[in-house]
């Protein structure tokens, strides 16, 4: 039995840019079970690679594996459906990804004779039984030979405790990359699921209350850095990539903990919620090595970002990242533009925060960086149903001028009362907010 785990392509073009992509890790773990199993299994990354649709067709002709796994989402639907639609080779599919809960109609419409298995959900233990035709649980739906799937809480196929969840790091080859502080960096997920419920998140609270959130404990991720440090002994610094790691003060003094065990630097994902009450910790926090917080600011208008569910207001935002950048924590701020009925005045509140906190941040022992985007309506999430109309992705030249970014440049029309040419500038000026030479030339105290 042999199988492939595509990750999916963004374009069908061939891309010249100096991004650095980070692995596939929900295909690494799948893949990590089915090697468990003794199934032949290899991972394919079609973004890292630059691969177009004719090549990954070719690729499935060439491997002639019995079943052919590959994720969807906005952006890459039509380009999934391409693929398999296009395949001339005998093969079975499976799609998974968060979208696939939205999507599974038309994914079963797909106009192929092979099989087509949707997964919803975690695909884990699933796929390994869907490969050994040995599936224990009834079909959310079935039809000649498409099968839907569905992994929630009633399901014996959840990873109920994450932390005994296996992860072949070698499946992704030598895959480190430099961090923008010139670290040379590895990624650990610590949870799954999301505490808040944005309304422009497909990761909603509302939209995943089939599935309940979980974490690491202590143990299973110092066992993960005790992996990388000595699979990969040149790994400066750790990027964990899940919200919840610092969800409270309880998961802060955790991290301190984790970290304070190894030598590493670490940046992380945080909300603002999540850190406040909690600025008695911060120095602590960056003594256990913590470089930098990601923290997704969204808007700077409060009744942009009531409507769009994101907690905290303005004025919490600015306090809670300027006592972080006190305290010699750096911070990225991801800002969105072009929100449903946004207005230039309001997306000019979102700037002006993003240069405040930017200017506070120039007399600080923090650095302040930026990541603005235009928003894109994800299938399922609140705005896209609030717009309600057929939706396609497409990627956007006019920000092209924004180096080491083009997976994330795509556009699905303006929804805002903004002109494009405003959305546009908005997303350059801000993005280079965190591009210009002073933040890449100030000297940042070594931890």
């Known amino acids: 039995?042999?199988?492939?785990?595509?990750?999916?392509?963004?374009?069908?073009?061939?891309?010249?840019?100096?991004?650095?992509?980070?692995?596939?890790?929900?295909?690494?773990?799948?893949?990590?079970?089915?090697?468990?199993?003794?199934?032949?299994?290899?991972?394919?990354?079609?973004?890292?690679?630059?691969?177009?649709?004719?090549?990954?067709?070719?690729?499935?002709?060439?491997?002639?594996?019995?079943?052919?796994?590959?994720?969807?989402?906005?952006?890459?639907?039509?380009?999934?459906?391409?693929?398999?639609?296009?395949?001339?080779?005998?093969?079975?599919?499976?799609?998974?990804?968060?979208?696939?809960?939205?999507?599974?109609?038309?994914?079963?419409?797909?106009?192929?004779?092979?099989?087509?298995?949707?997964?919803?959900?975690?695909?884990?233990?699933?796929?390994?039984?869907?490969?050994?035709?040995?599936?224990?649980?009834?079909?959310?739906?079935?039809?000649?030979?498409?099968?839907?799937?569905?992994?929630?809480?009633?399901?014996?196929?959840?990873?109920?405790?994450?932390?005994?969840?296996?992860?072949?790091?070698?499946?992704?080859?030598?895959?480190?990359?430099?961090?923008?502080?010139g670290k040379i960096e590895e990624a650990i997920i610590t949870s799954r699921e999301c505490l808040y419920n944005c309304a422009f998140c497909g990761g909603a609270r509302s939209l995943n209350?089939?599935?309940?959130?979980?974490?690491?404990?202590?143990?299973?991720?110092?066992?993960?850095?005790?992996?990388?440090?000595?699979?990969?002994?040149?790994?400066?610094?750790?990027?964990?990539?899940?919200?919840?790691?610092?969800?409270?003060?309880?998961?802060?003094?955790?991290?301190?903990?984790?970290?304070?065990?190894?030598?590493?630097?670490?940046?992380?994902?945080?909300?603002?919620?999540?850190?406040?009450?909690?600025e008695d910790l911060f120095v602590s926090l960056k003594d256990s090595g913590c470089r930098e917080l990601e923290i997704g600011i969204e808007s700077g208008n409060d009744e942009i970002r009531k409507m769009v569910h994101k907690v905290g207001s303005v004025e919490e935002v600015y306090d809670v990242i300027t006592r972080l950048l006190d305290a010699g924590i750096n911070v990225k701020g991801y800002f969105m533009y072009g929100l449903p009925d946004e207005t230039e005045k309001e997306c000019q509140d979102t700037y002006n925060l993003a240069l405040k906190i930017y200017e506070y941040s120039q007399n600080s022992c923090g650095l302040f960086r930026t990541s603005a985007f235009q928003f894109r309506p994800y299938h399922g999430t609140e705005l896209y149903n609030k717009i309600n109309k057929h939706i396609s992705f497409k990627h956007n030249d006019a920000l092209d001028e924004l180096d080491g970014r083009k997976q994330f440049n795509f556009t699905a029309g303006n929804f805002s009362k903004c002109s494009d040419d405003a959305i546009n500038n908005f997303v350059i000026k801000t993005n280079k907010l965190g591009e210009n030479n002073e933040f890449k030339n100030r000297k940042v105290p070594e931890l």
């Open 209 to 278: 209350s089939n599935v309940p959130v979980r974490e690491r404990d202590e143990e299973s991720i110092t066992e993960e850095l005790t992996q990388i440090s000595c699979l990969h002994p040149e790994t400066k610094s750790i990027r964990v990539l899940d919200d919840l790691f610092l969800k409270n003060r309880n998961s802060i003094l955790k991290a301190i903990k984790i970290f304070g065990k190894f030598n590493f630097e670490w940046r992380a994902m945080a909300h603002i919620k999540s850190l406040q009450g909690s």
């Open 1 to 181: 039995m042999k199988v492939i785990l595509f990750n999916s392509p963004i374009y069908n073009r061939k891309v010249g840019d100096i991004e650095d992509y980070l692995p596939p890790f929900g295909l690494g773990y799948i893949a990590t079970i089915l090697q468990e199993e003794n199934i032949d299994v290899k991972i394919i990354d079609c973004v890292n690679d630059n691969l177009t649709v004719e090549e990954i067709i070719s690729i499935i002709g060439v491997e002639e594996p019995n079943f052919v796994g590959i994720n969807i989402f906005s952006v890459n639907f039509d380009l999934i459906k391409e693929i398999i639609e296009k395949c001339p080779y005998k093969t079975n599919f499976l799609v998974g990804g968060k979208s696939t809960k939205f999507l599974y109609q038309d994914i079963i419409n797909f106009k192929t004779n092979n099989s087509i298995s949707v997964i919803i959900g975690e695909g884990e233990y699933i796929i390994c039984d869907i490969v050994k035709n040995q599936v224990s649980e009834r079909t959310k739906l079935q039809s000649n030979n498409r099968f839907v799937y569905e992994v929630d809480k009633d399901s014996i196929y959840l990873p109920q405790d994450i932390s005994k969840l296996p992860l072949n790091r070698t499946l992704f080859g030598n895959r480190s990359i430099t961090n923008v502080y």
